[in-house]
């Protein structure tokens, strides 16, 4: 299958502070990506759908000026959690679709710490 | 909007024994359901997905079927095995759209040596 990578794999912040998560598709081109997250023992909760070169749709109670997203190229999009507080603190996880044979693979994820 | 509903929530088997999950979804738009295993503390992964156009894929020991009619779909591992042991999820999505998904639960799937 077609890798997707995340970095970075974890991260501690201060409250406060802002934090940019990257999500690369390695071997395909993903016009569209989305990020995801979990909270433990929990499903996946869809966050936002980052198409290319163009503005993010977020979902309905999900702080679109919090949760800044850029998707800049056909490989790279990023999630900048500005602000941070405790309640930030989760597993963000980007998934990138490919078009070609409409499947969409997930990056490893990124557990964030916010103290 | 769509809804997916997983079950059981655990499973537990022996090694070597069959395991089943089961979801069902709400919009009958939906044309593509994929799985996902996740292993702790990593990123799903896809191991087998199905369209609409057809009931049945299988692969090696992990076969998907798809009922449009009842709206339901199921994975099936055969001969399980202690590796095998990871939270599955089931999704659901229309292609035409952006493709994007919808989650069942999770199952927590326990394989016993």
């Known amino acids: 299958g077609a890798v997707v990578s995340q970095h970075p794999s974890w991260v501690i912040c201060k409250s406060g502070t802002s934090v940019k998560i990257e999500c690369r598709s390695l071997d395909f081109q993903a016009t569209t990506m989305f990020w995801y997250r979990q909270f433990p023992k929990q499903s996946l909760m869809l966050m936002a759908t980052?198409?290319?070169?163009?503005?993010?749709?977020?979902e309905q109670g999900v702080e679109k000026d919090k949760f800044l997203i850029n998707h800049a190229s056909l490989t790279l999009s990023t999630l900048t959690v500005t602000s941070a507080h405790p309640e930030d603190s989760s597993f963000y996880i980007c998934?990138?679709?490919?078009?070609?044979?409409?499947?969409?693979?997930f990056g490893p994820g990124t557990r964030l710490t916010v103290t | 909007g769509e809804n997916v509903e997983q079950h059981p929530s655990t499973l537990s088997v022996q090694e070597g024994d069959s395991a089943v999950i089961k979801c069902t979804y709400s919009d009958s738009a939906s044309n593509y359901f994929p799985w996902y295993k996740q292993e702790l503390g990593k990123g799903p992964q896809l191991i087998i997905d199905?369209?609409?156009?057809?009931g049945e894929k299988k692969d090696q020991r992990i076969a998907v079927t798809l009922n449009k009619t009842a709206k339901h779909f199921s994975l099936h591992i055969t001969e399980t095995q202690p590796e095998d042991s990871a939270v599955y999820f089931c999704?659901?999505?229309?292609?035409?759209?952006?493709?994007?998904?919808?989650f069942g639960q999770g199952t927590i799937l326990t394989v016993h040596p």
């Open positions: 999704a659901a999505s229309v292609l035409s759209s952006y493709g994007k998904l919808t």
């Open positions: 199905i369209r609409s156009n057809v």
């Open positions: 998934s990138a679709r490919d078009m070609p044979r409409d499947e969409q693979y």
């Open positions: 980052s198409n290319e070169g163009s503005k993010a749709t977020y």
